[in-house]
């Protein structure tokens, strides 16, 4: 059975992601970009065409509400021919027979956009983290736009990359962190940038999850592949490895590094979303895992699985006149000390079971769930929380807004950017840098104990065994 160690540097590489050096200028590391086509922009009374790489589980989600609205699915692409089946049903029961058998469909993203990347003006990507970057570029080579799950990509240097080649073919791009569209999000947001905490210096943010397995190892052994499952096209870019039933495909693949980003990628860019935008967070300057479980499995550092609980320490550089901020950031039901934050137990009882909270000079501001719809705020001296609608420092007529609303929602935002009537709230000016922080986070999972410098600027840790982790493993036919 292959193994791959986590902390040497990662083999098979491919195209310039080979000569990465530590010491050089990151630009020269990324492929040449090149285009066949002019970004596939359309009118607002026009349909866009729509080719979906993950059919199945979130991708259901991200390109129904599209469809619904009256876009044209042109191509069905999931490595699991179960889901294309469940859609062209439903492709079947809202637009005929004569349209579903226009709809084409594949397990391997490659060949779907070499037949028909033509055909769209848009790709969802809606896959594990390991193929969402090799998908979404190839896309946006042939002038398609791209509305990508979150996390963007599953290593730093793919999320520069995947920013590179949108700036260049000048295509529109979505990370789905969906609750970026709701209105009590960018309530909370222009709140915060209001400056009504004063200086804001702590930020804490924390999850439940993970909900699927880590702090595991990899089984042995294989398993008969499944007759409708692609397992090449399932581990499309990464280090190939024997199929096992129920292991990997289709859900708990999120805690493996080669796969996913565990609870941390997964999560932080919802739970991370308000305080990253309402600070306005740039470069992480320093990284450091201050608790961990899961990293030691059956006496032997496990270099499979990202751990079952940690707590994170990243610290945010100084930026447009704001402090510095030390942002901690807890998964597997970890949380901070309910010491640390009086009015929310006054106010709720307890810690919520995932949230953040953000700490400044004239009070504090905590988020109760996942998406930062919702937000209490307490002023220093004021015993308790009260909602960010019903505090009177908080209210409309104090802080005007000066944020867009999403009429629509995150998905179809996403299409009326196509049709040039919108802007994405998530496309690479605010997906791009939050990611590269979590990034550095999950890479700071597999050093505990220690703290890392990150370079942004030069995109390197000045670490050996830390930057062999800021590139991906690109299998030999998947380049990209």
């Given amino acids: 059975m292959f193994q791959m160690n986590r902390r040497s540097f990662v083999k098979g590489a491919a195209l310039a992601v080979s000569s990465f050096a530590v010491n050089g200028c990151v630009e020269d590391t990324y492929p040449s970009v090149s285009r066949s086509v002019a970004p596939k922009f359309r009118d607002a009374k026009e349909k866009i065409k729509i080719g979906v790489v993950g059919v199945g589980g979130k991708g259901w989600s991200d390109w129904t509400p599209m469809f619904d609205n009256g876009e044209d699915i042109v191509a069905l692409c999931d490595v699991d021919r179960k889901p294309v089946e ?6 079947y029961e809202r637009r005929g027979a004569e349209y579903a058998a226009k709809v084409k469909c594949y397990s391997d993203y490659r060949l779907m ?5 033509k055909l769209c003006d848009a790709v969802t990507v809606s896959t ?3 193929t969402h970057g090799p998908a979404a570029i190839r896309a946006m080579r042939q002038g398609c736009h791209v509305y990508v799950q979150k996390p963007l990509v599953r290593t730093i240097w793919e999320a520069h990359y995947f920013e590179k080649v949108a700036k260049e073919c000048g295509v529109v791009t979505q990370m789905g962190n969906q609750g970026s569209a709701n209105s009590g999000l960018r309530r909370n947001v222009e709140v915060l940038q209001a400056g009504v905490l004063g200086k804001m210096t702590e930020v804490h943010v924390w999850t ?4 699927w397995p880590q702090g595991i190892l990899r089984p042995d052994g294989s398993d008969p592949i499944p007759e409708n499952l692609d397992w090449n096209s399932w581990i499309g870019t990464a280090p190939m490895r024997p199929y096992k039933q129920g292991v990997y495909h289709t859900f708990k693949w999120r805690g493996f590094f080669d796969f996913g980003t565990g609870a941390f990628g997964d999560m932080a860019c919802h739970t991370m979303n308000v305080p990253f935008r309402g600070l306005k967070l740039g470069a992480v300057e320093s990284v450091e895992c201050v608790k961990i479980e899961g990293n030691v499995v ?4 496990n270099d499979d699985t990202y751990p079952s609980k940690s707590i994170v320490k990243l610290h945010y550089a100084a930026r447009e006149g704001m402090p510095p901020v030390t942002l901690f950031w807890y998964d597997g039901n970890l949380k901070p000390s309910a010491d640390i ?9 307890s810690v919520p079971n995932t949230g953040c909270l953000i700490i400044g000079d ?3 501001m905590v988020s109760t769930n996942d998406y930062g719809a919702e937000a209490y705020v307490a002023l220093n001296g004021e015993a308790k929380m009260k909602s960010v609608a019903k505090h009177p420092a908080c209210a409309e007529d104090v802080i005007k807004p000066f944020l867009p609303r999403a009429a629509k929602g995150h998905y179809l935002e996403f299409v009326n950017a196509v049709k040039g009537t919108d802007r994405c709230f998530s496309d690479i000016d605010v ?13 700071g999972q597999c050093f505990p104990g220690e703290k890392l410098a990150w370079n942004s600027a030069r995109q390197t840790f000045g670490n050996r065994k830390a930057d062999a982790l800021i590139t991906p493993y690109i299998r030999q036919g998947w380049e990209y």
């Fill in 86 to 91: 469940r859609a062209l049903k439903y492709i």
């Fill in 113 to 117: 956009l070499d037949e028909c990347g």
């Fill in 128 to 130: 594990p983290d390991h």
């Fill in 208 to 211: 439940n999850r993970p909900i």
């Fill in 298 to 301: 059956d006496g032997r550092v």
């Fill in 341 to 349: 934050m009086p009015a929310v137990i006054n106010t709720l009882g």
């Fill in 362 to 364: 004239k009070g504090m």
């Fill in 431 to 443: 997906s791009v840098p939050m990611l590269e922080g979590m990034l550095v986070g999950c890479i």
